[in-house]
């Protein structure tokens, strides 16, 4: 990979971290804090000043090797009870793989097509729902990957209400790391939402993620985070404002690239720090490549439908030069 390409395919992390984190990352590192397990009463501090953080109970916090161990462990309870899946069409890939690889039953809602946006299909979702008698589990992730849309809390919380027997699990590692973001929800029985400081802080090599709610008893134990994560990731909360900032930078970045006009394709409305382009009819793969090696940087083709799309993440200053410049080398070789 040549140095100056600008990998934008998943979620890497190209802004410079917080003076607090920087200056934990130089070092220097004991052999205590990289060859040990967490104390309980460091695990506890770090859930209390977590909690504070979020304006949440601690009592409801419970920390996981990463959003992925917590989905994963989530998935494994629903199989172990014989649960069926309620989700939605084009969700993250390992979702499904997941599912599948526990034999799951799965039923997917076709989310809602708009010209520039998807949207959460309210009522045909809420009527599968109906259609369970028996308890499922219920998986939204709000914003959504790839799409960008999201799911607002007061319908969250509508279907939480109305389907008691349900449990139902919110996926909101591409949230903003707010008091807002996951109080909401905490006052419901069932409703678990998933955080994860590899997305907001960028610190995806720490695998520290966490679920706010009422987890099943057997997931209740917090165990085998390193002290070296949980001292890194206590340095980040100190510093949200300097995190926050690069948040509301991408969200400006995918605010200026959807509107932008091109006869190449379209920007989809995201919510997300990363934006998915609908490519022109007439777009192949081979000329999305050839672009995007043009103007080095490396985004996601996906196919959804029979069109063709191209997923960036926003986790760079340079993201919309980037993508801007390879939008530009598509419409040339429209033009030709």
């Not at 890497?12 to 205590?32: D, M, N």
């Amino acid at each position: 990979m040549q140095p100056d390409l600008l990998s934008l395919h998943r979620n890497e992390y190209y802004y410079e971290h917080s003076p607090q984190v920087r200056h934990l990352l130089e070092g220097p590192v004991s052999p205590t804090l990289v060859s040990s397990y967490a104390s309980r009463q460091t695990l506890e501090e770090f859930i209390s000043s977590l909690a504070d953080s979020l304006k949440i109970p601690a009592h409801l916090v419970t920390l996981y090797h990463g959003a992925e161990d917590a989905l994963f462990k989530m998935l494994s309870w629903a199989a172990s009870k014989q649960m069926r899946v309620h989700t939605t069409s084009w969700g993250w890939a390992e979702y499904m793989r997941m599912m599948q690889g526990l034999e799951l039953e799965v039923i997917q809602t076709p989310l809602v097509r708009r010209d520039d946006a998807f949207a959460h299909p309210t009522i045909d979702f809420t009527a599968a729902l109906a259609q369970s008698n028996s308890p499922a589990l219920v998986l939204l992730a709000s914003p959504n990957n790839p799409t960008g849309h999201t799911v607002d809390d007061s319908e969250i919380i509508r279907l939480a209400e109305l389907f008691p027997q349900h449990m139902f699990l919110v996926d909101q590692v591409y949230t903003p790391f707010t008091t807002s973001t996951f109080a909401p929800l905490s006052h419901h029985n069932n409703v678990i939402t998933l955080g994860s400081f590899s997305k907001f802080f960028g610190l995806p090599g720490l695998r520290c993620g966490f679920a706010v709610g009422r987890v099943p008893a057997v997931q209740s134990m917090a165990l085998g985070p390193a002290p070296w994560s949980l001292r890194l990731c206590s340095a980040a909360m100190q510093d949200l404002e300097h995190y926050q900032r690069h948040w509301e930078h991408m969200q400006q970045t995918a605010s200026n690239l959807q509107n932008y006009a091109t006869p190449s394709g379209r920007f989809i409305q995201t919510a997300a720090p990363f934006v998915l382009f609908r490519c022109d009819p007439k777009t192949d793969e081979p000329a999305i490549v050839a672009a995007q090696l043009e103007a080095r940087v490396k985004g996601k083709v996906l196919t959804a439908q029979g069109e063709l799309y191209v997923r960036w993440s926003l986790g760079s200053p340079e993201a919309e030069e980037r993508i801007r410049k390879c939008i530009q080398t598509l419409e040339k070789q429209a033009n030709y």
